[in-house]
């Protein structure tokens, strides 16, 4: 039997902005059809961007999707195109759907089935479930249609249709990124065509949106389960394959190393959030740190270095070395570099609270003034130049508090907050691997960490070692492992408690964070959705 052309187009879409995402559907439709595919496929909701969220409860504009739907439909000729917009019912209620338009008609909808209420997915607030599996006659074929959540149902609707006499299962997706996750998809794609016999389709969307990303990697796996086609991570593809019959198969994109992999989504989400949201640069205060440098080399990355400012905030505390590494790495980077100084600043705070202060020794308020001077400089700069501060501070510090509210913490994206510290160093000497040089300048990479707010500070002064902190922190945020069981894997039980003391009471803190990428199966915020308020031992 001839095979089928079909035509996976992995786009990135923009949430609410509904008639620029039909004319990229309409435009991608032609490409796909001028590539000779008989089907061409779009992510899940693809028309009002994933996730819409609340939008999904104003009236209009799920009306403006509808009639968006039906304009498109008009448009599709000498091909039938899968797209996923918002349905409604007779009684008003919306459906998350895939709808199937040939020959300038609605020749079909299907309504996703299995709803995910979990980790980030909140789907049962905005949807009704659908009842019916759909099959689609195109090019000859009998196609079964599916919605993300369906395929990670065993018994879903995948193999009713393929009993109902599906030739090929289509599945359209908007799947949030997480590290690996595109190996976990390829093995459940396998295991239904070689559950159904039948060829699977994956089409996903790919781009940042908030704190999500979405990584693309749309696949075609084969009746037995063999990967036939791939896209890339991270980039706009359409994906063409011919799926049944002899001479089936596309091309297949690499896969990258783990921490390239994870390099690329943060560079994905700090540039969609930018551009998104129309800032013109992001400002960075550097201090000469791994974490800080990570971030402006993901900035530069995303943005270019033309749109980076880094900025150096001195203060008595801070040493000589890392200013110079603060400037070694602008310069490396391209990106024009601020020296300002706080000294005065502290000096004049600390002159207005000595009275209330007087016969106080020093403490973590004082640190705190410096940090959020600084918080005030790089937010000025913000407000007189428009670019969006992005702020510094990595997982390990988010979960056990060790940043300051409205100092450190203060920005508007938070790129690297899903990323431990162990993790931060790994991305960096990736990083410098890439450019085949030391772009982050070596001495930023082997010095001991310090937040320099008193003299000769070290986080280890505050902080088991982070290959310690780490592993306590996944099995606790992550896999909500209790003390115990911690304890069990041979970590020193004083240090378990402590680690875990920090982690719950500094959920106010984290409530207060900017978002920032989610990397980690389980990212704080929400994906982990603690209550502030909480006398809980358990």
Not at 307 to 312: A, F, L, P, W
Request: net charge positive; aromatic share 6%; hydrophobic share 40%.
């Amino acid at each position: 039997m001839k095979p089928l052309r079909i035509a996976l187009a992995q786009i990135g879409t923009t949430v609410g902005d509904i008639p620029g995402n039909a004319r990229k559907i309409l435009a991608w439709t032609g490409k796909a059809r001028e590539a000779g595919a008989r089907v061409v496929v779009f992510p899940e909701l693809a028309l009002t961007g994933y996730p819409p969220e609340d939008l999904l409860l104003r009236a209009d504009f799920v009306e403006e999707n509808l009639s968006a739907w039906r304009e498109l439909a008009r448009g599709i000729s000498g091909i039938t195109a899968v797209v996923g917009f918002v349905d409604r019912g007779k009684d008003g209620r919306n459906f998350n759907a895939a709808g199937i338009a040939s020959g300038g008609r609605v020749r079909g909808v299907y309504r996703k089935m299995h709803l995910p209420n979990y980790g980030v997915f909140d789907e049962v607030r905005y949807f009704g479930r659908g009842k019916e599996p759909l099959i689609i006659a195109a090019g000859g074929r009998a196609i079964g249609i599916t919605i993300c959540e369906d395929i990670w149902v065993r018994n879903g609707p995948l193999p009713r249709e393929a009993k109902a006499g599906a030739d090929i299962l289509l599945n359209i997706s908007s799947s949030p990124y997480h590290a690996g996750k595109w190996e976990t998809r390829r093995e459940l794609l396998a295991g239904h065509a070689r559950r159904t016999g039948r060829p699977v389709a994956y089409c996903n969307l790919v781009g940042g949106q908030d704190e999500l990303v979405f990584d693309g990697g749309s696949m075609v796996v084969s009746g037995k389960g063999e990967l036939l086609a791939r896209a890339a991570l991270f980039s706009e593809e359409l994906l063409v394959c011919d799926v049944g019959g002899r001479g089936e198969g596309g091309s297949v994109s690499p896969m990258p190393g783990e921490e390239e992999e994870i390099f690329r989504a943060l560079v994905t989400g700090t540039r969609d959030y930018v551009e998104k949201n129309r800032f013109p640069g992001a400002i960075i205060g550097l201090s000469g740190g791994v974490d800080s440098s990570l971030v402006a080399a993901i900035a530069v990355e995303a943005l270019g270095p033309s749109r980076v400012t880094g900025v150096t905030m001195s203060s008595p505390y801070t040493s000589p070395e890392s200013v110079e590494d603060a400037h070694a790495l602008a310069e490396n980077l391209g990106i024009r570099c601020l020296d300002l100084s706080i000294n005065d600043s502290f000096d004049a705070l600390q002159a207005t609270l000595s009275g209330p202060f007087r016969g106080l020794p020093p403490d973590a308020t004082e640190e705190n003034i410096q940090a959020r001077v600084r918080g005030t400089l790089l937010m000025a700069l913000s407000n007189k130049f428009g670019s969006l501060v992005l702020t510094t501070g990595n997982k390990s510090e988010m979960s056990v508090g060790y940043a300051t509210l409205y100092g450190d913490m203060a920005g508007g994206f938070a790129v690297i907050k899903d990323l431990y510290k162990t993790m931060v160093y790994r991305v960096s000497r990736y990083y410098n691997r890439a450019k085949g040089r030391a772009a982050i300048p070596e001495r930023v990479l082997t010095k001991p960490p310090s937040a320099e707010l008193k003299p000769d500070q070290k986080d280890s002064d505050s902080l088991p070692e982070y290959d310690v902190l780490d592993p306590i922190l996944r099995m606790y945020v992550e896999k909500d492992r209790s003390i115990p069981e911690i304890v069990a894997k041979g970590f020193p039980e004083e240090t378990v408690r402590k680690v875990v003391s920090l982690v719950d009471r500094s959920e106010y803190k984290r409530r207060q964070a900017p978002p920032g990428v989610k990397i980690t199966p389980r990212a704080l915020g929400r994906d982990r959705r603690m209550p502030i308020t909480n006398r809980s031992n358990a």
